[in-house]
């Protein structure tokens, strides 16, 4: 095995024609005397020979360099990239074109430039927008379904058995210049060095260059940026590590440098230094802004254009654009156009199967015109984005603050007294079945008690569609407490109308019921707030009768979103247990 220093002595003299050997210590910055004594070694193994004056390097200096040959390059592609908001809503973020270069093409580029011709791109997210490169660039495209439930380390389960001496790259970094060697001696993971605070994941090194400790954030401090290369031992203990560990949840849902720190003692990567201007990511559309002007007035996204015919502005007033945590079923972001402040929201990829965009359209219409919602601003009852105002230090209702609760009941109420009747039926116990018969097909309604639970809540549909009490009118459908928002004067708005439509009043109160933490004493007296009165017989079992059927939909909804990669916790047992205690309180 080679040294260091006689590997970079080898490797340079592979790459350029020298005549002397001071030009060699200048260049590696290493002494005039070892660079001699070096030589003298190479050329008395035949690694090496002299000839007219320039060293040249022999086939065994050839088949010793072979063990450092990079095999191949892994580039990570399938993530979301969601805090790149909203140009990543759009196209993955890898295929934005930065500089006139696409990114990922760039990178596949300066790969190839360097003899990395074995490149595999494991996509997820809209992956069908990656196909192109395979035949543009001889590349091989592995798909990892798994994108949306798990981080990275479902990428890498894809391509362990390619791990050897490998470049993992990410689909969005920028290189000024080209990083990547067709030699390397060790495995390291490139950094950049920053004096300011950053939460990025900061390094500790010893005198050798060896990552000894990571801490996420940090200041004056070597941070973790852009590329990495594996050589054949770390490759096979991490490939080792990840399939023993992959089973575990957390392992799943971190990133692959959160197994790296765990197993740091054993896993030995070091740190290799590059100037801050010279490996870049674009982590908004205002940092990408100051690298490319051209995104300043033309970022090449129907989004903008959308809010720029909205609010009558043109793109490069667009700025402050910070994701806001995505919902089960859409992304938000909020931005500025001048002083004021806004809120995007983007429909996620197959809401359209069970949510109606126009029945929201309309609901909104009817919440602004009725005061509920004076945040709403506009929405597209075809593509299904909104633009609402942004509720600066917004907070959500407070379930043990009676006048909240009194707030929040009273424009329930409100909506329900109009007596509106949408074209759009919303039908709480059919949407239940049209979940479950979508739970079926994917296997996930197999468990003891799921069909008896399903035949008790049919038999309280029925119960409570059939009395006296049985109405229908335009109901929210998803009254609970982070959809009643409140600002610094206290004004209550009623937002988020995307399951909304026709369904009995009732089922309004057990949805806000049965997403709180209310004893059923609790849940009496809110029916009874909400009425003014207090209900006996069969109008409270009406009502009971709501909270469990409400309590049943959301318990369907949470399993078909756990399918879908969203998981919703503790939730689904509460709703499961207030479906079954509520169901009984109605057939008494």
């Not at 990511?281 to 100051?290: A, I, P």
């Not at 009676?402 to 009273?410: G, I, K, R």
């Amino acid at each position: 095995m080679l040294s260091e220093s006689q590997f970079n002595v080898l490797y340079y003299l592979l790459k350029k024609t020298v005549e002397n050997q001071r030009q060699i210590s200048i260049e590696l910055n290493i002494s005039l005397g070892k660079i001699n004594e070096i030589i003298n070694y190479f050329i008395g193994n035949n690694y090496i020979k002299k000839t007219s004056d320039i060293y040249e390097i022999t086939k065994t200096g050839l088949k010793v360099l072979s063990p450092y040959k990079v095999k191949n390059a892994i580039i990570m592609a399938a993530g979301m990239s969601s805090r790149f908001a909203p140009l990543s809503y759009e196209k993955p973020k890898g295929l934005l074109r930065v500089k006139g270069d696409v990114l990922i093409e760039r990178e596949i580029k300066q790969l190839q430039e360097v003899g990395i011709t074995d490149i595999t791109i494991v996509v997820g997210y809209l992956k069908e927008k990656f196909f192109y490169l395979a035949e543009k660039y001889n590349v091989k495209i592995i798909v990892n379904e798994d994108y949306y439930k798990y981080n990275n380390p479902s990428t890498l389960m894809r391509v362990l058995d390619s791990l050897s001496n490998t470049y993992i790259c990410s689909s969005d970094n920028y290189f000024v210049d080209n990083v990547f060697e067709p030699y390397v001696y060790r495995a390291y993971y490139s950094t950049v060095f920053t004096s300011s605070t950053t939460d990025e994941w900061c390094i500790k090194e010893d005198s050798l260059g060896l990552i000894k400790k990571v801490s996420i954030g940090g200041e004056n401090s070597w941070f973790m940026m852009g590329h990495v290369y594996w050589d054949k031992e770390f490759s096979k203990k991490f490939a080792e590590i990840l399939r023993k560990e992959y089973d575990k949840e957390n392992v799943k849902e971190q990133l692959w440098e959160s197994l790296y720190v765990k197993h740091i003692k054993e896993l030995n990567l070091y740190a290799k230094h590059y100037d801050y201007h010279k490996v870049l990511e674009f982590d908004s559309l205002d940092e990408l802004r100051q690298f490319d002007s051209e995104y300043i007035n033309n970022a090449d996204s129907n989004i903008l254009r959308n809010i720029c015919n909205v609010l009558q502005c043109e793109i490069k007033d667009i700025t402050n654009i910070k994701a806001i945590k995505a919902g089960l079923t859409n992304t938000s972001f909020m931005f500025n156009v001048g002083n004021n402040a806004y809120v995007y929201r983007h429909p996620g990829r197959g809401t359209e199967n069970y949510i109606n965009r126009q029945s929201e359209a309309f609901s909104m219409n009817v919440a602004s015109s009725l005061g509920l919602d004076n945040t709403f601003i506009y929405m597209d009852c075809k593509e299904g984005w909104k633009l609402s105002k942004f509720v600066n230090n917004a907070r959500e209702l407070n379930y043990h603050n009676d006048n909240e609760v009194l707030q929040a009941l009273s424009m329930i109420k409100k909506l329900h007294s109009q007596n509106i009747i949408s074209k759009f039926d919303f039908g709480l116990w059919n949407k239940t079945l049209d979940f479950i018969e979508k739970l079926e097909k994917l296997g996930r309604s197999d468990f003891d008690g799921f069909y008896e639970l399903f035949e008790t809540m049919k038999y309280v549909d029925k119960k409570v569609t059939s009395d006296e009490y049985s109405t229908k009118c335009l109901c929210h459908c998803d009254c609970y407490s982070p959809n009643f928002l409140l600002n610094d004067k206290n004004e209550m708005f009623l937002i988020d109308w995307e399951y909304s439509g026709n369904d009995d009043p009732a089922s309004d109160i057990g949805t806000f019921i049965c997403c709180s933490d209310y004893n059923f004493e609790q849940s009496v007296r809110t029916i009874e707030m909400y009425l003014g009165y207090s209900p006996k017989g069969e109008e409270l079992k009406h009502y009971f009768g709501y909270i469990a059927l409400a309590s049943y939909y959301w318990f369907i909804w949470a399993l078909y979103q756990e399918t879908r990669g969203n998981p919703v916790g503790e939730w689904l047992y509460l709703w499961y247990k207030n479906a079954k205690k509520f169901a009984e309180k109605t057939l008494l």
